[in-house]
């Protein structure tokens, strides 16, 4: 299995950014048995759970992203996406998709999100 992220990029604060991934290597109806995550990691800190969706479609934010971020899945196929609004200079990190199920663990390469004016 084999995750690939899109998005991320360079943006104002109070600006907005949509992070996608898609899993390959594995077909849908089973990828619809995982969660779902997205974590990030900024330089010198350690990797945070930023949100996450299971298999119920129940999600779970980290409280910063609370009211500012989405976690969205799609109905068909793999694709699962991060909604970033109002962003601010604390939300610069690598951030990374991930999905997981019991012993399973997969994570994608990671996405810079620099936020500065």
């Known amino acids: 299995v084999q995750i690939g992220q899109t998005g991320g990029g360079l943006v104002q604060p109070g600006g907005s950014l949509k992070l996608s991934c898609a899993a390959s290597?594995?077909?849908?109806?089973?990828?619809?048995?995982?969660?779902a995550a997205w974590y990030r990691q900024a330089p010198g800190k350690q990797r945070e759970l930023v949100a996450s969706?299971?298999?119920?479609?129940?999600?779970l934010y980290g409280d910063f992203a609370k009211g500012r971020f989405t976690i969205s899945r799609a109905l068909v196929g793999t694709m699962v996406t991060l909604q970033m609004d109002r962003l601010q200079s604390d939300d610069t990190a690598v951030y990374y998709c991930?999905?997981?199920?019991?012993?399973?663990?997969?994570w994608g390469q990671g996405t810079q999100v620099t936020v500065t004016s």
């Open positions: 991930n999905i997981n199920k019991e012993s399973d663990d997969y």
């Open positions: 290597g594995i077909i849908p109806r089973v990828f619809k048995s995982y969660t």
């Open positions: 969706m299971d298999k119920d479609g129940t999600s």
